[in-house]
């Protein structure tokens, strides 16, 4: 997978679990602005 396709993958499972970014980070042990990151890239 290519980084467009990851950032629009993680945001679009995120949107479907009603989760923010945040709430994703704290469950994947990672910074709110790594999730930012990957999401920004789309």
Do not use: H, P, W
Request: no cysteine; proline share 0%.
């Amino acid at each position: 997978m290519n980084q467009e396709k990851i950032g629009k993958f993680i945001a679009k499972v995120r949107k479907e679990k009603n989760m923010t970014q945040q709430e994703l980070a704290k469950k994947l042990n990672i910074t709110d602005r790594a999730i930012s990151n990957y999401v920004r890239i789309m």
